[in-house]
């Protein structure tokens, strides 16, 4: 090696932002860089000389078992002769309570003569990510739901990106942790999510200050939930804040309660007499109340199917997420054929047979992370995510032949058939998207398909 390589070779060394040990065969230390001095907690001349038989290394492995000497990575290079990688390790000494964890590599430089060679060993400092996720198995079994994110950047689109969120925040959302990882928790958010509740969490967030707050989020099919949610920062050792987490609670039933003690309240100021039992029932008669309410603003009440203001929420929604994940978005309209004829011939009752079975026909044909509902008399519509443009007809046409096979049992005892026509409207990931237009060139569509024979389905061709 040339005097220019020396030199290279030790300010790189002198200035690596991991640490380095070299040892002779007999593992003794012949030299150490400024950060292997550092994370050691040693000096140089505390170092140098130094072998592994040493009794004052106290090593342990990913288990807190104390190590061996023959177990240390330079030992294991020198007895097997092949390399060591990634190989988890904790340091521990008098100056700490805890381990110092580090991900080791060494390998062999091997000589002519055996007793020439030395052994590198790398290291750096993961004590920080070690540590962060240490009491994961209390965090998965916690009823309380946990959410971690990133603290480098809060604002939308792209931040606070989740890196981690517990089993309770999957069984309350409906969303699994690969659908949120790297996501932000705005995709938990809605229409009716107060916006100055946000706006005092995302100052909160740039003062780096906890807060704690009570907020209407949503879950994956859209059902609506209220959180008492309460976020902190989190610090690695040096004190930075790289991370915040949030402890939330579901406070959906006391939410309504509080609703319905203030109407309780009211009539109790009106009636005196059979107090306990006026209470109970107008408690159960509140509650009902509320239920009822609230399907009625998300669900059609016939079909139970998502309504048209519901569709049309989380239809948005999916525009957002064909985008971002470069995906065509499907918009489609399908109407009953000739359902005036069916009313007119078996009556308004089986008319409602016939719309109830539909719907348990589309609920049965869509995933779940498809979004479908009932927009208005026999008029039905989806929108979906799909990976290739050739899938949109051949889904519609699937969607058909699965109500053609349908045989209906009405209450007069008699099978009927029915067919349907669909509009559909095919959205390019590259380009803007429209909920008002898709569904406007999907009625376009379907208005085609009605008018050439109705019982099949028709995309809306745009100008090339």
């Known amino acids: 090696m040339n005097g220019i390589d020396a030199i290279s070779l030790q300010t790189l060394l002198e200035n690596a932002h991991i640490g380095v040990v070299i040892h002779r065969w007999d593992t003794s230390i012949v030299y150490a860089n400024p950060t292997a001095l550092k994370l050691l907690r040693l000096t140089y001349e505390q170092i140098i000389g130094r072998d592994l038989a040493d009794p004052q290394w106290r090593f342990i492995d990913d288990g807190n078992r104390v190590l061996h000497h023959n ?23 008098g100056n700490r309570k ?3 964890w580090f991900l080791v590599n060494a390998y062999m430089d091997e000589a002519d003569k055996l007793e020439d060679s ?48 517990n089993a309770a925040f999957e069984k309350l959302t409906g969303y699994s942790a690969s659908d949120v990882i790297g996501e932000t ?72 309660h509080a609703e319905q003690l203030e109407k309780r309240n ?52 999916q525009i957002f997420r064909a985008q971002r994940n470069q995906f065509f978005l499907l918009t489609g309209i399908l109407d009953l054929d000739n359902f005036k004829n069916i009313n007119d011939t078996y009556g308004h009752s089986a008319g409602d047979q ?8 589309i609920m049965q044909f869509f995933r779940q992370e498809d979004i479908y509902g009932r927009i208005g008399g026999e008029e039905f519509a989806f929108s979906i995510i799909i990976g290739n443009k050739s899938d949109a007809e051949l889904i519609c ?58 019982n099949h389905a028709v995309a809306f061709l745009t100008a090339e």
């Open 397 to 454: 046409n699937r969607l058909l032949d699965s109500l053609r096979e349908k045989k209906i049992l009405l209450d007069c005892n008699q099978h009927i058939s029915i067919t349907a026509s669909i509009g559909y409207s095919l959205a390019s990931p590259n380009t803007e998207i429209c909920f008002d237009e898709e569904m406007r060139r999907a009625d376009q569509a379907l208005y085609q398909a009605k008018n050439n024979g109705r």
């Open 266 to 317: 009211k009539d109790l100021k009106l009636l005196k007499d059979n107090l306990e039992q006026l209470v109970s029932q107008r408690t159960d008669e509140l509650r009902m109340a509320n239920q009822q309410l609230e399907r009625l603003a998300f669900n059609d009440s016939l079909t139970n199917l998502p309504n048209r203001r519901s569709f049309n929420d989380h239809a948005a929604k």
């Open 185 to 256: 928790p705005r995709i938990l958010q809605g229409k009716h999510t107060d916006p100055d509740t946000l706006a005092r969490i995302r100052t909160a967030l740039l003062e780096k200050k906890s807060i704690r707050e009570k907020i209407l989020n949503y879950g994956k099919t859209g059902h609506p939930y209220w959180l008492d949610m309460n976020i902190f920062p989190l610090t690695n050792r040096y004190g930075d804040i790289t991370h915040y987490a949030a402890i939330e609670r579901d406070i959906t039933e006391q939410m309504y």
């Open 354 to 361: 016939v719309l109830v079975s539909c719907a348990e026909c």
């Open 98 to 100: 805890n381990a110092t």
């Open 118 to 165: 030395f052994i590198i060993v790398t290291f750096n400092d993961i004590t920080d990510s070690k540590n962060l996720f240490s009491y994961e198995n209390i965090l998965q079994n916690s009823q309380d739901i946990v959410i971690v994110t990133e603290a480098g950047d809060i604002d939308s689109p792209t931040g606070p990106k989740i890196i981690y969120v």
């Open 71 to 93: 177990e240390f990575p330079a030992n294991k290079v020198k007895r097997f002769r092949n390399p060591v990688t990634n190989e988890i390790m904790g340091v521990l000494d």
